[in-house]
């Protein structure tokens, strides 16, 4: 059971460009979570998936874009990268009904 | 802006003395969790307490809240090497919005 993955692990991409990064789940779980971890602000919520094309923003949504077309992925897009997007990106899923989130081991982001 | 924060924000501590770490938020919640994370690797969810909760254990771990002090404490007994790690409290404010504190990193020295 691979439980919650995401691609790629760690991801070097210059200012403007386009990346995804890629989380998938196996446990059918309904909600889909992405955060991003910087030092001195721990964890904020980008966006979040409540089930397959439902998707509502978090606390920083700007330059990020989400979709779910599948109940086991739930992609994150910076349609033009910034360097202020540097960070740790962090993919976490729960059951409906349930609590507690399981992330994923994370991204680690760096925009030249 | 983060819903918790820890205090401290580092901690040291030899194997086998009990850690204390404590979180303070700003706005009514519906519970508050504490999650570990390992160098280099996602987080972990080690217990969660209900806003009509006063104290809760599990295990090595104790936590505590006071709604009327909007405060947590994570207490860990006997502390071992592999408890290295940095602790985070999180507030669910709404049925989705998990908001995390900066947390505390805390080392067990062998």
């Known amino acids: 059971d691979a439980g919650i993955t995401q691609s790629p692990r760690y991801k070097i991409t210059e200012t403007g460009r386009q990346v995804t990064l890629m989380c998938h789940q196996t446990w059918s779980h309904s909600y889909m979570f992405w955060y991003r971890q910087d030092l001195g602000h721990g964890l904020r919520l980008i966006y979040y998936s409540a089930a397959a094309d439902i998707t509502d923003k978090g606390e920083v949504p700007d330059g990020y874009v989400v979709s779910r077309s599948k109940t086991e992925n739930f992609p994150l897009t910076l349609e033009s990268a910034t360097r202020s997007q540097t960070s740790v990106y962090f993919c976490?899923?729960?059951?409906?009904?349930?609590?507690?989130?399981?992330f994923g081991p994370g991204t680690r982001l760096l925009v030249l | 802006s983060q819903q918790g924060e820890e205090d401290p924000q580092a901690l040291s501590i030899q194997e086998g003395e009990n850690a204390t770490m404590n979180c303070s938020y700003k706005?009514?919640?519906?519970?508050l969790q504490w999650y570990r994370q390992n160098s280099g690797r996602g987080l972990v969810h080690l217990i969660l307490i209900r806003s009509n909760e006063r104290e809760k254990h599990s295990g090595r771990l104790r936590v505590t809240l006071d709604t009327s002090k909007k405060s947590s404490s994570l207490l860990i007994t006997a502390s071992r090497a592999a408890d290295t790690a940095s602790y985070f409290c999180?507030?669910?404010?709404?049925?989705?919005?998990?908001?995390f504190g900066t947390g505390t990193r805390l080392t067990v020295i062998p």
């Open positions: 999180a507030t669910l404010r709404g049925a989705n919005n998990l908001f």
């Open positions: 706005t009514s919640i519906n519970n």
């Open positions: 976490a899923s729960r059951q409906e009904g349930r609590e507690t989130q399981y």
